[in-house]
């Protein structure tokens, strides 16, 4: 027996990045070795001390339920951070402790958006967004980004499309690396607010940055900037699960609610973990860590270049590569496809990201270390050759 | 600065546990002593077995994303548990494991439900349900249950409201701790089949049975009975959110496409900590929690039977006893809030599972030890004695 699945199944395609990841594993079974330049989450097991606090608080039986807007401690914590890091002010009430960015997501789209309700979002892009305003019934628009205006939308976008209960975008941004300054950020949400419209902005690759300082857009101050953030990227915690929201407080209460009903709250070990996270022990390994991600990046970028495809921009976060692989083959989701294929190397097509400009780009992550890059883009370079 | 909320929230009452839970805390904090009788989750620490899984999978280091299905071992083990407890046949790709039973209720609801089509939801039962149900835009219809035909639901009450996408229930049951008997789950999802809707049985206090051996929907083998499962209530693993869903195999490929989108993966280390759970010694001292919690049941049943409370059926599963509260006081919501207050029990109003009959009844949780349980007792003894 078969029978019909929901129509919204219908607009959610599968991540090509997990056809690839799986025809890849599929690879490695039969023998081959792969390079790995498609995965989005750090190569780092979470930092020991991280790990440590979570066996501590196995050890003291920390197995409950905590309250569905998080431990109150780690709220504090999350607080004390933007403070001693930012010098930015945020009140531990305004923050809600979720199950990763995606419960934090649920959570800020399920109490803004009505359906019908139009929401931006950056194409390319984090392609969950589209489909979380999907489920609640909201109109997803794609707001087209290139390399022309460093990937940022701009003001004059959004007065075309007047009218939108929220823009969706992230800084540092993928697939693209890219950042967008604090006066931007300023322009949007003044533009947004005209209309009641909020800005939610995602930054969960915060801190990991290079050559430039990690800032938050809750330094504007503005009452309808929500801020969605990670322990999954940057403090390298991506399987515990534990996000969190800086959010308006009138909007804290409504959120509490909707995540009573959607997961209770999130992990508690996961939690306890992470108030670790922000010990300066933890902080010297992930800075540690992010000079690793940048010389990959650098290594990487010198190298894709070399290799004729095309670079507008270099990234300054993220783990992230989007380059324009036009000047070399007609179709990206076909060369990812054959690159993988014939030379053994792993990298993800434009089209996960949205549909302007897709088939031209592909993203290379550099969640690997330098001798794999090194091997990756030695099989590149003689992929390409053999093509020739 | 404040503004409009999402219509949804209008829908979604903050659970009134969650209130007297907090009240009792502030009661708490000045001073007073109170006996929880209101919290649904089980007193126990996870077993020994499962945190030394938990402490180990750390020092592996297994801090990263899942498959989105679940660990391929987890899901082989929840298989081999149906066929060694139950002695049913499911295949592991039949499960996908989720970020606790809600994960698990988000993706059937997701890949199942359109806008508009209708979800029979029990009256009294868990109140997420109907709550997850509008989330995606369906019509939750409330059908209720009481104590003349043991909480189920009949047969003759689906075909009045036909055309049924789905129904939801819990064996054993949240507030009444009722078992529905396999014959009238045949019975229900057969009728169900007609309009192609299908049977979702929430099975997550299954093995919390007393007097009866547990046992699973899936025995009936109907291609339209999905079961929902977790590891927090008889496998006492509340705050480490895993659960799982048993699904047939067509929907588990769009359910996996959705958790991409909605939650990515379930928590690692508690998957790895979950795979401990089936261990003869866990399952060893999770046998003995269960006789632990029959105890509290019989001493409860008897002594709220003799406080004057209306007691129909004892409750064969869960820790929880459903009463009804009206030859004692005309308001349950009210008596639950003086009972707080002046005698310093804590115990949940019936308007938090529904509307039926809700003002007469009053839920009892016994996830407290037998001493606290005969405290409250005399305490509640104490109080309606005062009120005559």
Partial sequence: MSGRIADRLGGIAPFHVMQILAHARALEQGGRDIVHMEIGEPDFVSPAPVLAAGRQALLDGHTHYTPAAGLPALREAIAAYYQNRF???????????????????????????????????????YPCNRHMVTMYGGAPVAIPVDAADDYAVSVSQLAAGDGLRALMLASPANPTGNLVPLARLRELAG???????????????????????????????????????????????????????????????????????????????????????FSDAS????????????????????????????????????????????????????????????????????????SHLASQHVRFAFTTGLQRLSTGIERIRAFLAAGA
């Fill in 87 to 125: 010098g930015v002010e945020v009140s531990p009430r305004q923050i809600l402790v979720t199950p990763g960015a995606s419960g934090a997501l649920q959570l800020v789209l399920g109490v803004l958006v009505n359906p019908g309700e139009r929401v931006g979002v950056t194409d390319p892009g």
């Fill in 283 to 354: 902080i010297e390994i992930l800075e540690q860590r992010r000079q690793a991600f940048e010389t990959r990046r650098d290594l990487l970028y010198e190298a894709v270049s070399g290799l004729g495809f095309g670079l507008t921009c270099k990234p300054q976060g993220a783990f992230y590569l989007y380059a324009d692989v036009s000047p070399l083959a007609a179709d990206s989701r076909h060369f990812c496809a054959q690159l993988l294929e014939q030379a053994g190397v792993a990298i993800t097509p434009g089209v996960d990201f949205g």
């Fill in 191 to 277: 533009q947004l607010a005209v209309n009641d419209g909020y800005l939610i902005c995602d930054e969960i690759y915060q801190g990991l940055q290079y050559g430039v300082a990690a800032d938050t857009a809750l330094r504007l101050g503005r009452p309808n900037i929500i801020v969605i953030n990670s322990f999954s990227k940057y403090f390298g915690m991506t399987g515990w699960r534990v996000g969190w929201v800086v959010a308006p407080e009138w909007l804290v209460e409504p959120m509490e609610r909707l995540a009573q009903n959607l997961f209770l709250a999130a992990p508690t070990v996961g939690q306890y973990a992470a108030l670790a996270a």
